[in-house]
């Protein structure tokens, strides 16, 4: 059975960065798409990136767009999203997420594709 356990969250200043692991047990990563979602209070769920297993290609949502880069690291069984210039509306619970599927588009990020999921880590951008 698939784990994922996300971390890296915390309080950051606007303007700050911070780098969020999504740590996978129980099986390799390395023939999934993995997906990051986040959700503020009161708000939908929202995809801001996924990236596919085959050659790594990413996709990002337009809120994140140039802010934020997706890596994985399949010898780790771990991927990870960087997100710099952080400002108060990326304050969310961020997820991630994996599917065992290809795909070669945004629609790879719908987030009601996703079978596996984390708890999730609280990101908070204050100041």
């Known amino acids: 059975q698939l784990q994922l356990v996300e971390s890296g969250g915390g309080l950051v200043q606007p303007g700050g960065s911070l780098r969020l692991s999504c740590a996978a047990s129980?099986?390799?990563?390395?023939?999934?798409?993995i997906g990051w979602f986040r959700q503020a209070p009161g708000q939908e769920r929202e995809a801001i990136s996924c990236?596919?297993?085959?050659?790594?290609?990413?996709y990002f949502a337009d809120s994140v767009k140039g802010r934020a880069t997706v890596s994985r690291d399949n010898a780790k069984n771990a991927v990870y999203l960087q997100l710099n210039g952080l400002k108060p509306e990326d304050t969310a619970v961020y997820y991630c997420?994996?599917?065992?599927?290809?795909?070669?588009?945004?629609?790879?990020?719908?987030?009601?594709?996703?079978?596996?999921w984390g708890r999730g880590t609280q990101v908070t951008v204050s100041s």
């Open positions: 990236i596919n297993y085959k050659d790594g290609t990413t």
């Open positions: 997420a994996a599917l065992r599927a290809y795909g070669n588009s945004w629609h790879l990020c719908a987030w009601r594709l996703y079978d596996y």
């Open positions: 129980g099986v390799t990563l390395d023939s999934y798409a």
